[in-house]
């Protein structure tokens, strides 16, 4: 199996301040349809997990701009240009290119 | 596009449970299904998929549920079943069931394996 692996763990963050998450994966994630199949999703206390990115860098609708996703090969990050109040939860990387389909084991975005 | 999943409860271990994922504004028999699963307090994992969209509808199951979880689903009602049986302490988690890979989740269903 492909193994996700996410760092930090945790991940404490001042308000307006950047944040950078990073997903690194045991194999390259590129299907034979040539796209790169990496997602990011968040969740949120209490919530089910929402994805933001598809496919290393597109932002799913009503995702705010301030989330970016860049990367490629085996390593890919999340970027948030400016953390809000909203953002904290844990975010979680996933490999959809080989099966079975696997999950980073989350980075935890909590306010300072 | 939405999901609804619901069937969750509690099972004695060995026991067997049914979950339902109800579709709307889209029809199951052109798409992709998945359910994933989350263990009170951990983190995500991927359990079956049904893709409608292949030539026999192919389905695929992790390794921990193979040969105990099966797909299948019921056009009139456009839902899309997980049959769970052989129930462990193991399979306890939140199922979400999700649609376009993994784009659309629905809000989770229960399920408690306990004597």
């Known amino acids: 199996d492909v193994v996700m692996t996410q760092s930090p763990l945790s991940l404490p963050v001042t308000l307006g301040q950047p944040a950078s998450l990073s997903c690194r994966s045991s194999?390259?994630?590129?299907?034979?349809?040539?796209?790169?199949?990496l997602s990011w999703f968040q969740q949120r206390p209490g919530q089910s997990p929402r994805r933001l990115i598809y496919?290393?860098?597109n932002r799913d609708s009503g995702v705010p701009d301030r989330f970016s996703g860049s990367g490629s090969g085996t390593d890919f990050t999340l970027k948030i240009s400016r953390v809000e109040a909203e953002d904290v939860g844990v975010y979680y990387c996933?490999?959809?290119?080989?099966?079975?389909?696997?999950f980073g084991q989350g980075t935890k975005v909590e306010v300072k | 596009v939405q999901v609804v999943d619901s069937g969750g409860g509690l099972v004695k271990p060995g026991g067997s449970l049914r979950l339902s994922c109800e579709a709307s504004?889209?029809?199951?028999?052109?798409?992709?299904v998945t359910w994933i699963r989350q263990a009170p307090g951990k983190g995500l994992e991927w359990v079956a998929h049904?893709?409608?969209?292949?030539?026999?509808?192919?389905?695929d199951y992790a390794a921990p549920v193979r040969g105990r979880f099966a797909l299948s689903r019921d056009d009139s009602k456009n839902t899309l079943y997980l049959q769970m049986s052989s129930l462990n302490t193991e399979d306890t988690a939140l199922y979400y069931c999700?649609?376009?890979?993994?784009?659309?989740w629905g809000q989770g269903t229960l399920v408690t394996v306990s004597s």
């Open positions: 999700t649609t376009g890979h993994a784009g659309c």
């Open positions: 996933m490999q959809l290119a080989h099966w079975p389909w696997t």
């Open positions: 049904f893709n409608s969209k292949t030539a026999n509808g192919a389905t």
């Open positions: 194999h390259g994630l590129v299907y034979s349809d040539g796209n790169t199949y």
């Open positions: 504004g889209f029809t199951l028999n052109n798409a992709e």
């Open positions: 496919q290393v860098s």
